[in-house]
């Protein structure tokens, strides 16, 4: 065997072991959760869509579309939001966190809302911890509808569940949401 062919078999070795050795400390990584439970909390999203301070801007839209009054939400168009999550319905409630992310018009011919969006509580229990919802919202179903909860942080680790949505009130300069959750976490 030539000198270079013997270098190139070595590497090749060692190579081999390195991969062994993260796959097999890899399965021997773990994680254990604590016991199970299930959380109901409620809060209010209050969003101001426009005004000196929105909680709520445009980042994008389709060129070529028209918006206005009428036609607020044109498919394609893109929303980067930060709004804060009261704990009663009026305006002067404590606030109790915020939810930020994403919100994108995804329907073509009905309206429809894609909604991605950590929604991060800064007082209480929940103090650090945040819920993830990345979900359809249909937000023209304003009595009742019900977005996914895919996970979160702090005590949400692994967190799943659902949210309970009801549009309280909706005009161009304030948008007030109640949230009801329900979700599964571990101690
Ligand atoms: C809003 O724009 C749409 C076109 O996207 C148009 O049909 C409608 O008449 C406009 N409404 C107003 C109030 O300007
Ligand atoms: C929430 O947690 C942060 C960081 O630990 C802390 O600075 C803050 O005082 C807490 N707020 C409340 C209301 O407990
Ligand atoms: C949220 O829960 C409250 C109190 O349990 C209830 O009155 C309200 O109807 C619920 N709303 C939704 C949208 O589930």
Same mark, same amino acid.
């Given at each position: 065997m030539s000198n270079e062919r013997m270098n190139n078999v070595i590497i090749l070795h060692l190579l081999l072991l390195?991969?062994?050795?993260?796959?097999?400390?890899?399965?021997?990584?773990?994680? *254990?959760? #604590?016991?199970? +439970?299930?959380?109901?909390?409620?809060?209010?999203?209050?969003?101001?869509? /426009? %005004?000196d301070h929105p909680t709520t801007v445009l980042v994008a839209k389709p060129k070529d579309t028209i918006m206005n009054a009428s036609n607020p939400l044109p498919f394609g168009a893109v929303y980067v939001l930060d709004v804060p999550l009261t704990e009663g319905l009026d305006p002067n409630s404590k606030v109790v966190g915020q939810a930020q992310g994403l919100a994108? *018009?995804? #329907?073509?011919? +009905?309206?429809?809302?894609?909604?991605?969006?950590?929604?991060?509580?800064? /007082? %209480?229990?929940?103090?650090?911890?945040?819920?993830?919802?990345?979900s359809r919202n249909p937000i023209l179903e304003t009595n009742h509808r019900e977005i996914a909860i895919v996970g979160g942080r702090g005590k949400f680790r692994m967190a799943r569940g659902f949210a309970e949505l009801h549009t309280v009130t909706a005009t161009a300069n304030v948008v007030v949401v109640e949230y009801n959750v329900t979700i599964f976490h571990y101690e």
């Open positions: 390195f991969v062994l050795t993260i796959v097999s400390q890899a399965s021997h990584a773990h994680y *254990s959760l #604590g016991k199970e +439970k299930v959380t109901h909390f409620h809060f209010f999203f209050r969003e101001r869509p /426009s %005004g994108v *018009s995804v #329907g073509q011919d +009905k309206l429809m809302v894609a909604f991605m969006v950590d929604c991060g509580f800064t /007082s %209480g229990e929940f103090n650090g911890s945040s819920i993830s919802a990345f």
